[in-house]
């Protein structure tokens, strides 16, 4: 029997069985160890919020429609880092060298299941680094984003950088930063995350509630301001907060998953008076300007590569490894004490 983790509705989440099938042909099957729950994305579905529960993505026209909800609960098998190991191979695939083998430990994309049924050609170069701990290759999608974010900022060596929201992939974002030459000023509410930031190589930190940060950040930098940052927190006060921040033509990351209206946010203030560049990043694609070397798949690969060399830590990130049996107390954690928890994964 399969297990697979949805929501029902708002804030209600059951582990559901069904019959395993048949491998189909040019497929792997996967059974599952860890599976990691984004804190942005996966609770929008959780809390109701998400926009694709009230109008329509046309991914031709590049535009939400409204009338016809694009999903509907039950909302099945949401979750975007797993990692498992590989149980059965199609016969046909048998002898391709590119195809993990049986037993190989693989790292991708199947949703919070007891067992993945994945296409090959998604799973090629997606087995664990040697000597990386599994545990690690459920952050391969958190990692390529915060990597994606500062690739689009475009950091030189040397450069006043501000990430604003320590998260998980706020502070992978503040390592990645660091490690690209930045003075990195790092920017949450909450100060057990702010500790957490210096330990991640985060020069200068700053208390989003108590802090005059756009100020305090003018004041280190000689009155020039930051020359980019990164808002990955989501929330649309902390992105007016970044766009403070910056120097006249700086730069401005959006990473977060933005919802609902921008209460919060003034495009009539600093934005517009010091033309600040305000660019999004989205793990949907890479910068376009590095679309002919870089891919998403090349941002986890290298993300993992980091990790498995002892640049990044990713494994003191995880708060909670709960049963996936407890998936309902692991979005309730996440939902109503964030101060509580950082990566929370799912074991199977």
């Known amino acids: ?76 098998g949401w979750g975007y880092s797993e990692v498992g190991e590989v149980t059965e191979v199609s016969p046909e695939l048998d002898g391709d060298p590119d195809t993990p083998r049986a037993g190989d430990l693989v790292w991708g994309i199947w949703g919070h299941r007891s067992e993945g049924v994945v296409p090959a050609g998604r799973l090629r170069g997606h087995t664990l680094p040697a000597g ?45 930063a660091r490690l690209s030459g930045a003075r990195v000023t790092a920017v949450d509410a909450l100060d057990n995350r ?32 930051a020359d980019t940052a990164i808002e990955i927190s989501g929330a649309y006060p902390a992105l007016h907060e970044a766009l403070r921040s910056v120097a006249v033509d700086g730069r401005v990351v959006a990473s977060g998953f933005y919802q609902g209206d921008g209460a919060g946010l003034r495009l ?42 002892g640049q990044v830590d990713v494994t003191s990130l995880v708060s909670h490894l709960i049963p996936a049996d407890r998936a309902a107390d692991a979005y309730r954690l996440l939902d109503e004490h964030p101060a509580d928890a950082l990566q929370v994964v799912l074991e199977f």
């Open 132 to 176: 990386l701990e599994p545990l690690a290759g459920a952050f391969a999608r958190v990692g390529a984003i915060a990597y994606n974010a500062v690739l689009a900022a475009g950091i030189n060596l040397g450069e006043d950088v501000a990430v604003f929201g320590q998260g998980v992939i706020g502070l992978i974002t503040t390592r990645l």
């Open 268 to 309: 009539g203030d600093e934005f517009h008076h010091n033309r600040i560049q305000l660019i999004c990043s989205q793990i949907g694609g890479v910068p376009p300007q590095l679309a002919g070397r870089w891919s998403v798949d090349r941002l986890q690969r290298t993300f993992l590569e980091l990790v498995a060399a």
């Open 1 to 76: 029997m399969e297990r697979v983790v949805q929501f029902t509705g708002p804030r209600q989440v059951e582990v559901a069985e069904h019959d395993s099938g048949a491998l189909p042909p040019g497929h792997l099957r996967v059974r599952t160890r860890y599976s990691g729950i984004s804190a942005g994305t996966e609770l929008t579905a959780y809390r109701g919020t998400n926009p694709y529960l009230t109008r329509t993505w046309d991914p031709e026209a590049r535009l939400f429609r409204d009338g016809a909800a694009g999903i509907a609960y039950p909302v099945a």
């Open 194 to 225: 702010l500790a957490t930031a210096r330990a991640h190589g985060a020069t200068t930190t700053l208390n989003a509630r108590t802090d005059a940060v756009a100020e305090r950040i003018r004041e280190a930098t000689g009155g020039r301001g």
